[in-house]
Nanobody, 125 residues
Framework: QAPLVESGGGLVQPGGSLRLSCSAS????????MAWFRQAPGLEREFVAA????????YYADSVSGRFSISKDKTTRATYLQMNDLKPEDTAVYYC??????????????????WGQGTQVTVSS
C-alpha cells in the first residue's frame, strides 16, 4: 500500500466547494506534520495548508486563508482539506505530504518525505 493516498478532486464551478482526503494508513514512519501543496500548469508547486500531528495550530497560505480548512483524524491517520468559495486560480493538482519538517520549514517542501500521487481540482464555469 502506498504511504499516502488522496481522493476527492474533481470539477467544480466558481464559488463551489470540494473536500480532499488523504489517508496515511500505509505510512510506516512517525508523522510530525502533514500538509497540502498544489501545482498549477507551468508553475512551481506551492504550499496550501499544514498542521503538526501533535499540535493544534494550523498553517495556511495567504491565498487560501479563510476559505480552506485543514483537519485530521488521528485514529485513521487521515487528513482532509475542505475548500470553500473556490476560484479559477485554485485550479491545480493537489498533493498530500507527510514527514517531520522543523517548524520554520512547515510551509516549505523541506522535511516532507512522503507524497501522494496528486488529485486534480478544476474550478471552471
Amino acid at each position: 500500500q502506498a504511504p499516502l493516498v488522496e481522493s476527492g478532486g474533481g470539477l467544480v464551478q466558481p464559488g463551489g466547494s470540494l473536500r480532499l482526503s488523504c489517508s496515511a494508513s500505509g505510512a510506516t514512519f512517525e508523522i510530525g506534520a502533514m500538509a497540502w501543496f498544489r501545482q498549477a500548469p507551468g508553475l512551481e508547486r506551492e504550499f496550501v495548508a499544514a498542521f503538526r500531528w501533535n499540535g493544534g495550530r494550523q498553517y495556511y497560505a495567504d491565498s487560501v486563508s479563510g476559505r480552506f480548512s485543514i483537519s485530521k483524524d488521528k485514529t485513521t491517520r487521515a487528513t482532509y482539506l475542505q475548500m470553500n468559495d473556490l476560484k479559477p486560480e485554485d485550479t491545480a493538482v493537489y498533493y498530500c505530504a507527510a514527514g517531520r519538517p522543523i517548524l520554520s520549514s512547515i510551509r516549505t517542501e523541506r522535511g516532507y518525505t512522503s507524497w501522494g500521487q496528486g488529485t486534480q481540482v478544476t474550478v471552471s464555469s
